[in-house]
């Protein structure tokens, strides 16, 4: 029995905890349905929201006011229309059956008469408050600030400057500044010097390359004179033997004079004694 009741309590709990969120679902819903905020159309182009407030007075109570002017892109359809959120609904019904239909007159006397029904967006703007800076009115007490003051009123003798004592001030800055070096001037120091160093490898590879084209050309040129020269000499050889040649057919017969050895003549001396 002690198990039965203790398995009962959590589902009443249940039962409460699902009535209860039924009862906020209901009341979120007929928060939704209520539409208490409504617009008044077809308005005159010239008026304003103060000729506007006074012409709706006594107007109830409202926590929600916005007015358009006419807008001249939607030519010639030129209205005026307001936007009014009431606080209690049955507000509404008064005002509709005041002002559904009533004529406002404009300046030059032309009739416009109002409609008055919902809003379709019935959510309202939000007043959003700007917070208030709290640097605001300080500046007084900045040290840099004090000392621009104290430099202002000083005397008049450090107020008065020359051309020369300009010039002076800006080169001593101008130095200044050269001296000091920031991460931001070492970097663009370095990138610099990066570059030039890039630029002068290129420039000493173009300058190799142009030396080794160059000692090609050379080499190939004394190839060239050398096998013209070798075909001169060859030229040359061949016709040699061919003037030989002609020259020996040219030249007369001639018995060629044969002197006689010592041999053959003592052989001459013997057979002439016999």
Not at 85 to 105: A, H, S
Not at 145 to 160: T, V, W
């Amino acid at each position: 029995m002690k198990e039965d009741k203790e398995n009962t309590r959590p589902k009443e709990m249940r039962a409460e905890i699902k009535c209860e969120d039924g009862e906020k679902s209901e009341r979120s819903k007929e928060k939704k349905e209520t539409m208490t905020k409504i617009i008044i159309r077809r308005l005159p182009p010239t008026i304003t929201k103060e000729e506007l407030e006074e012409q709706l007075q006594p107007l109830p109570e409202v926590d929600y006011m916005e007015f358009f002017s006419n807008d001249t892109s939607l030519y010639p359809h030129l209205f005026a229309r307001a936007y009014i959120n009431f606080k209690n609904q049955e507000d509404i019904v008064l005002f509709r059956d005041r002002f559904d239909g009533y004529v406002f007159i404009d300046g030059k006397g032309q009739e416009y008469p109002a409609i008055v029904e919902f809003a379709p967006f019935q959510k309202t703007a939000k007043k959003r408050t700007k917070k208030k800076d709290a640097k605001c009115g300080t500046i007084i007490e900045d040290p840099d600030y004090k000392k621009f003051l104290e430099y202002y009123n000083g005397n008049d003798e450090k107020l008065i400057s020359t051309p020369e004592t300009l010039l002076e001030e800006i080169e001593a800055k101008s130095k200044e500044l050269g001296k000091k070096s920031t991460p931001l001037l070492d970097f663009l120091k370095n990138k610099q010097r990066l570059r030039e160093e890039k630029k002068e490898e290129r420039r000493r590879r173009e300058l190799e390359r142009k030396r080794l084209r160059d000692e090609e050309r050379r080499k190939w040129r004394e190839e060239e004179r050398k096998k013209r020269k070798e075909t001169e000499k060859l030229k040359r050889l061949e016709k040699t033997p061919e003037k030989d040649k002609d020259q020996v057919k040219d030249e007369p017969k001639i018995k060629a004079r044969t002197t006689p050895d010592f041999k053959t003549k003592k052989l001459s001396k013997i057979k002439a004694c016999f």
